[in-house]
């Protein structure tokens, strides 16, 4: 491996995205189909009750860099959970609509 490819063991994550401003992590993973599979889950335990109404969008996101110097790319967003266990639906979808 060269010096300038990350490592993979935490590429992944998802964000919670909380209007008006703020993030919360709700997990990470060296793929995007654990981060997947594990974010639903991670809802219920990191999303306050009363944090819930305000999370507008959830991001799934890659790091993209050197493992100690890069930044967290957006690449797609996730289906915002709509129970506190987080059983909703996990599918991609837009980001939620503020009507």
């Known amino acids: 491996m060269s010096m300038?490819?990350?490592?993979?063991a935490q590429d992944?994550?998802?964000?919670?995205?909380?209007?008006?401003s703020g993030e919360r992590l709700l997990c990470f993973g060296?793929?995007?189909?654990?981060?997947?599979?594990a974010y639903a889950g991670a809802w219920g335990e990191v999303i306050r009750d009363e944090?819930?109404?305000?999370?507008?969008a959830i991001s799934?996101?890659?790091?993209?860099?050197?493992a100690w110097?890069?930044?967290w790319e957006h690449q797609s967003?996730?289906?915002?959970?709509?129970?506190?266990?987080g059983k909703g639906s996990a599918?991609?979808?837009e980001p939620a609509s503020s009507n």
């Open 91 to 93: 599918s991609e979808t």
């Open 77 to 85: 967003y996730l289906a915002v959970p709509n129970t506190r266990g």
């Open 30 to 37: 060296g793929s995007s189909a654990q981060v997947r599979a």
């Open 4 to 8: 300038s490819e990350s490592t993979g």
């Open 69 to 71: 110097a890069g930044q």
């Open 51 to 56: 944090d819930r109404p305000t999370v507008k």
């Open 12 to 20: 992944w994550r998802a964000v919670a995205c909380l209007t008006p």
């Open 60 to 66: 799934l996101q890659r790091w993209a860099g050197l």
